[in-house]
């Protein structure tokens, strides 16, 4: 018998529309305290509608949740002082500069002024921005903005911290350097709900993963766990000529079992475990005059996840939850 | 969508320095009394001081503009409208400090409105904070830029042969009255620049009533050969008070009962406007 760690979120069937549309449609999420917890799904989901409603941003129609314990509608203000947020938005202003944002929030959060110059001091140097800290931040790059964004997001260190897809947009370097500014948030006691639409991401970091769709959690459980209800791992193939897509598929589906069309009508994908079958099948492509461009044996897609959950593709949707519901079955 | 097949983590000595650095910025953070209302209001009071700052070009709008309605008003229309230019510009002068000054309220809503298209307000609505903070401390940063501009047209009159009779006093006295009123009206300008869509509605439609309000009012030319319908109007414009007030003011003649008049307006504006304002905004 273990004893279980507190809930730092506990939500049951939160509710939110705007107008006719329903971009949250019950949710329930239940967070353990010091651990990254993934939200993953599509552009329209309701991820960032969900966060927006536990920071207190939005008041929820229906449903109720406790974030730190405390009720996320009649205990708002005492959230606020405990949970911190980096939107999706870079939220940070872009007028000021990055020394100056950080004393402001400071400066918002209670300390004295040179409390907050020595805090906002602290911080740009543990980000590697102490060298632009006197920039605009309009003049920073897309990876220094996320850094300074999270940075101004533990000027007081919260004990929750919601971070809305974090690493879209950056390059591989800006990456790894969120991602071990995540880590070590992590390993000093944070709390993070992780919004993303990337598998990796969430594989990455979450040590559990809700995934949502529609406005609804439609599965959930430890990466390891959504990984092996859709096959580990993948072989994906790029042709040369996108006219021989169908050629390809037919080859791929007799060798793998399955395959899935990617958006990109020169790529597609199957299932595939091991590095031999991957081969042969390369190979019989190869045999039915296929000309391909690459391939490569990796973790499977968000589009296939999906397409394993759902049973339809991970088609952007707009934010505002109009989305058109193309039951697009691939093959 | 992409496809990854390794996770390299590339970890170079500066990043481990940098993990170390990141550590000790994690672990020394006791967290400090929630800000007061005065102090939370007069940062976001310094965030719009710093735009001023980074962004000079903004007080083109309260400098410029002023400076040539002054120079026009006085030499084109001052022979016709008073007999001379000089006796003209000690009744425009007063005015056109009103009508610059309120031109420029339009702009709190616009910028409110800039604002929100961005990130940053996600940001300070989830900080534990006095709620109209944001707002109250923006428009103590606009009235900053109300005060330059408003020195401007005076020493700009002053250098054209404005002579106030009650001196320096007064034109303190009547700059601080526009710039009360100024801080009611902006209240207006911010509710809507919450309820339009984009910076330039919020535009257009500001000045679509602050343009004929000021105009109709006794800022440019007495009221006397005004037909009776537009006269009346004109009396009872709040505009034509202040206006009325300020020259009073300046030349050491004003009415009190003016002066009570323009400060319950600019309360009245700010007891409707303010709560609404604050209350859009905590929307979101």
């Given at each position: 018998m273990t004893t279980q760690p507190p809930l730092a979120i506990e939500a049951t069937g939160l509710v939110k529309s705007f107008g006719e549309t329903c971009a949250v449609d019950g949710v329930d999420l239940a967070v353990r305290s010091g651990s990254v917890y993934g939200v993953l799904g599509p552009n329209g989901a309701g991820k960032t509608t969900t966060i927006r409603v536990l920071a207190t941003l939005l008041r929820p129609d229906a449903g109720s949740a406790r974030v730190l314990g405390h009720d996320?509608?009649?205990?708002a203000e005492a959230v606020r002082e405990l949970v911190s947020l980096t939107g999706q938005?870079?939220?940070?202003?872009?007028?000021?500069?990055g020394q100056e944002n950080l004393v402001l929030l400071g400066l918002l959060l209670g300390l004295k002024r040179r409390a907050a110059k020595a805090r906002a001091g602290e911080l740009l140097t543990a980000f590697g921005l102490a060298e632009a800290s006197g920039k605009l931040v309009k003049h920073y790059s897309g990876g220094m903005r996320r850094r300074l964004d999270i940075a101004a997001s533990i000027v007081v260190t919260p004990q929750l911290m919601f971070l809305d897809e974090?690493?879209?947009?950056?390059d591989p370097r800006s990456r790894n350097q969120v991602w071990d500014i995540v880590r070590t948030l992590v390993a000093e006691g944070t709390t993070i709900l992780l919004c993303t639409q990337y598998l990796d991401e969430a594989d990455q970091l979450a040590d559990r993963i809700a995934v949502i769709d529609r406005g609804t959690v439609i599965a959930e459980g430890t990466p390891g766990e959504l990984k092996a209800s859709v096959g580990s791992r993948a072989l994906h193939v790029r042709l040369l000529d996108p006219d021989q897509r169908p050629e390809a598929a037919r080859v791929l589906e007799r060798e793998l079992g399955s395959v899935h069309l990617e958006a990109d009508p020169a790529a597609l994908s199957g299932p595939c475990s091991d590095a031999d079958r991957a081969a042969e099948a390369v190979a019989e492509l190869g045999r039915a005059s296929v000309r391909i461009g690459g391939f490569s044996l990796g973790q499977p897609s968000l589009d296939e996840v999906f397409l394993a959950l759902t049973g339809h593709t991970a088609e952007e949707q707009t934010e505002d939850g109009a989305a058109d519901l193309h039951e697009e079955q691939a093959a | 969508m992409s496809t990854r097949t390794?996770?390299?983590?590339?970890?170079t000595p500066a990043a481990g320095e940098e993990t170390a650095a990141l550590r000790r910025a994690l672990a020394s953070t006791p967290r400090p009394p929630r800000a007061s209302a005065v102090q939370a209001t007069l940062a976001f009071g310094w965030r719009g001081m710093l735009k001023v700052k980074h962004v000079?070009?903004?007080?083109l709008d309260v400098t410029i503009t002023p400076v040539m309605f002054v120079l026009m008003f006085t030499y084109l229309f001052g022979g016709a409208i008073a007999g001379s230019t000089g006796e003209y510009l000690d009744y425009i002068l007063p005015g056109v400090l009103v009508m610059s000054i309120l031109f420029t309220t339009v702009y709190s809503g616009v910028a409110l409105n800039t604002d929100l298209t961005k990130g940053v307000v996600d940001r300070f609505r989830s900080l534990p904070v006095w709620r109209p903070a944001p707002l109250v401390g923006a428009l103590l940063g606009d009235a900053a830029r109300y005060l330059v501009g408003g020195t401007v047209i005076v020493v700009l009159g002053l250098a054209l042969g404005f002579r106030p009779g009650a001196g320096i006093g007064g034109v303190l006295a009547a700059m601080a009255l526009v710039i009360v009123f100024a801080f009611g009206l902006s209240w207006v300008f911010t509710t809507l620049g919450l309820l339009l869509r984009s910076p330039s509605a919020v535009m257009n439609a500001g000045f679509m009533g602050i343009f004929p309000l000021t105009f109709l009012s006794n800022v440019f030319v007495e009221p006397e050969t005004l037909p009776a319908g537009l006269r009346a109007f004109v009396d009872v414009n709040p505009i034509s008070i202040l206006a009325t007030a300020s020259r009073g003011l300046m030349h050491g003649n004003a009415d009190p009962t003016e002066i009570v008049i323009v400060l319950a307006t600019a309360a009245a504006l700010t007891a409707i406007f303010a709560p609404l304002t604050t209350r859009l905004y905590r929307r979101g």
């Amino acid at each position: 018998m273990t004893t279980q760690p507190p809930l730092a979120i506990e939500a049951t069937g939160l509710v939110k529309s705007f107008g006719e549309t329903c971009a949250v449609d019950g949710v329930d999420l239940a967070v353990r305290s010091g651990s990254v917890y993934g939200v993953l799904g599509p552009n329209g989901a309701g991820k960032t509608t969900t966060i927006r409603v536990l920071a207190t941003l939005l008041r929820p129609d229906a449903g109720s949740a406790r974030v730190l314990g405390h009720d996320i509608v009649r205990e708002a203000e005492a959230v606020r002082e405990l949970v911190s947020l980096t939107g999706q938005l870079a939220s940070v202003d872009e007028d000021l500069s990055g020394q100056e944002n950080l004393v402001l929030l400071g400066l918002l959060l209670g300390l004295k002024r040179r409390a907050a110059k020595a805090r906002a001091g602290e911080l740009l140097t543990a980000f590697g921005l102490a060298e632009a800290s006197g920039k605009l931040v309009k003049h920073y790059s897309g990876g220094m903005r996320r850094r300074l964004d999270i940075a101004a997001s533990i000027v007081v260190t919260p004990q929750l911290m919601f971070l809305d897809e974090p690493t879209t947009g950056l390059d591989p370097r800006s990456r790894n350097q969120v991602w071990d500014i995540v880590r070590t948030l992590v390993a000093e006691g944070t709390t993070i709900l992780l919004c993303t639409q990337y598998l990796d991401e969430a594989d990455q970091l979450a040590d559990r993963i809700a995934v949502i769709d529609r406005g609804t959690v439609i599965a959930e459980g430890t990466p390891g766990e959504l990984k092996a209800s859709v096959g580990s791992r993948a072989l994906h193939v790029r042709l040369l000529d996108p006219d021989q897509r169908p050629e390809a598929a037919r080859v791929l589906e007799r060798e793998l079992g399955s395959v899935h069309l990617e958006a990109d009508p020169a790529a597609l994908s199957g299932p595939c475990s091991d590095a031999d079958r991957a081969a042969e099948a390369v190979a019989e492509l190869g045999r039915a005059s296929v000309r391909i461009g690459g391939f490569s044996l990796g973790q499977p897609s968000l589009d296939e996840v999906f397409l394993a959950l759902t049973g339809h593709t991970a088609e952007e949707q707009t934010e505002d939850g109009a989305a058109d519901l193309h039951e697009e079955q691939a093959a | 969508m992409s496809t990854r097949t390794s996770h390299a983590q590339t970890s170079t000595p500066a990043a481990g320095e940098e993990t170390a650095a990141l550590r000790r910025a994690l672990a020394s953070t006791p967290r400090p009394p929630r800000a007061s209302a005065v102090q939370a209001t007069l940062a976001f009071g310094w965030r719009g001081m710093l735009k001023v700052k980074h962004v000079p070009e903004q007080l083109l709008d309260v400098t410029i503009t002023p400076v040539m309605f002054v120079l026009m008003f006085t030499y084109l229309f001052g022979g016709a409208i008073a007999g001379s230019t000089g006796e003209y510009l000690d009744y425009i002068l007063p005015g056109v400090l009103v009508m610059s000054i309120l031109f420029t309220t339009v702009y709190s809503g616009v910028a409110l409105n800039t604002d929100l298209t961005k990130g940053v307000v996600d940001r300070f609505r989830s900080l534990p904070v006095w709620r109209p903070a944001p707002l109250v401390g923006a428009l103590l940063g606009d009235a900053a830029r109300y005060l330059v501009g408003g020195t401007v047209i005076v020493v700009l009159g002053l250098a054209l042969g404005f002579r106030p009779g009650a001196g320096i006093g007064g034109v303190l006295a009547a700059m601080a009255l526009v710039i009360v009123f100024a801080f009611g009206l902006s209240w207006v300008f911010t509710t809507l620049g919450l309820l339009l869509r984009s910076p330039s509605a919020v535009m257009n439609a500001g000045f679509m009533g602050i343009f004929p309000l000021t105009f109709l009012s006794n800022v440019f030319v007495e009221p006397e050969t005004l037909p009776a319908g537009l006269r009346a109007f004109v009396d009872v414009n709040p505009i034509s008070i202040l206006a009325t007030a300020s020259r009073g003011l300046m030349h050491g003649n004003a009415d009190p009962t003016e002066i009570v008049i323009v400060l319950a307006t600019a309360a009245a504006l700010t007891a409707i406007f303010a709560p609404l304002t604050t209350r859009l905004y905590r929307r979101g």
